[in-house]
């Protein structure tokens, strides 16, 4: 008998083992610290984002996860469906800061601040190495507080400076820190989010509310990262100095001048 052809023998022979096909697994990850370091594509570590998402939700909730501390969370809603309505002007809402909102309040580096803002608008969340958490109770430079945005009108933040950046006498009054054209001098850059010229300074005022000095601030920025329009108001009180800004761009200046002015308005520490 003639052998059977080659073709034929292919046919009988066994399978190759499922395991030869298979790519092997990763090996799993045992622990959060070793998730942390399990990186994917475009270096996003995918476990940290997830860790991060499930600790932001379990605050919102009020818990904590894994034994971290409760983090200030920007809530990704509109404010008017969580926040009262403005004694003062009910198409606002009053956004009144306490400990729970930043690391800075919870350190006692800055005194309760209160201010309106248009129930559309949103908090937006604030960078870790912008919001001061990596260096409270002692933070050398100026940090962002709580920042809210609205693409239509603008977006408004507030950001505190230690006071000794400023003065070496403690507890100083903001006419003790020196004119208000010297602050901006000094905190222009954080108006901006680039650089300050005095040039671009409109106004300058004083205003006092109770026991409470303010300086206020209109200026035309047409170079800042921050928008061609600001509004800023500074106060000094305790071991800080606090700084509420208001920008927009042309198109948000011109739909929203008025609303951005009374926010700044109400804003007292």
Not at 35 to 58: I, S, T
Request: glycine share 6%; hydrophobic share 40%; net charge neutral.
């Amino acid at each position: 008998m003639s052998p059977a052809p080659a073709t034929m023998i292919a046919a009988r022979a066994p399978p190759l083992p499922f395991t030869f096909l298979s790519t092997p697994k990763p090996p799993r990850t045992t622990s959060i610290r070793a998730a942390f370091h399990h990186e994917v594509e475009g270096g996003v570590r995918l476990e940290r984002r997830e860790l991060l998402k499930r600790a932001a939700l379990a605050t919102l909730l009020g818990s904590t996860p894994l034994g971290l501390p409760s983090p200030a969370v920007a809530r990704e809603v509109e404010v008017g469906s969580y926040l009262p309505p403005s004694p003062s002007d009910p198409s606002f809402v009053l956004f009144k800061a306490s400990p729970k909102d930043t690391p800075a309040l919870r350190a006692g580096n800055v005194e309760p601040y209160q201010f309106i803002l248009p129930p559309t608008w949103k908090q937006m969340r604030v960078a870790n190495i912008l919001s001061g958490n990596y260096c409270q109770p002692k933070c050398a430079e100026p940090w962002v507080e709580v920042k809210f945005e609205d693409d239509k009108q603008g977006k408004v933040q507030v950001v505190a400076s230690p006071l000794v950046r400023l003065t070496n006498k403690p507890n100083a009054s903001i006419e003790e820190i020196g004119s208000p054209e010297k602050l901006i001098a000094s905190l222009g850059p954080f108006v901006t989010g680039s650089t300050y010229d005095p040039d671009e300074l409109l106004e300058a005022s004083v205003e006092k509310l109770g026991d409470q000095t303010y300086y206020k601030y209109v200026l035309e920025t047409p170079y800042a990262l921050t928008g061609s329009h600001n509004l800023a108001k500074a106060t000094a009180k305790g071991n800080t100095v606090v700084l509420f800004v208001a920008s927009a761009n042309e198109k948000q200046w011109q739909a929203s001048e008025n609303t951005l002015r009374a926010m700044l308005d109400s804003f007292h520490v």
